[in-house]
């Protein structure tokens, strides 16, 4: 379902629920829309960090304020 997306949510990250074995891509979104604000903006980047001793890196993260989410995008080093 991730590949498909090419998103995953941060609340499935922090809840163990992701799994990117496998994942195909060498983008990938961190999407937080459970909260208002900055705690999504926070929640996004919470999980951008939890990604990063996996060999991701942060690219670009935004606020989409009028729809109520947030998204950091990561790439996967090579």
Request: proline share 3%.
């Amino acid at each position: 379902m991730i590949a498909a997306s090419r998103f995953v949510t941060a609340h499935a990250l922090f809840e163990g629920r992701a799994d990117l074995n496998g994942y195909p891509f060498q983008l990938l979104g961190v999407v937080s829309q459970r909260g208002t604000g900055l705690e999504n903006l926070g929640a996004a980047l919470a999980g951008a960090e939890m990604l990063m001793p996996y060999g991701w890196e942060l690219v670009n993260v935004s606020d989409f304020t009028g729809s109520n989410y947030a998204c950091a995008v990561m790439r996967r080093r090579q």
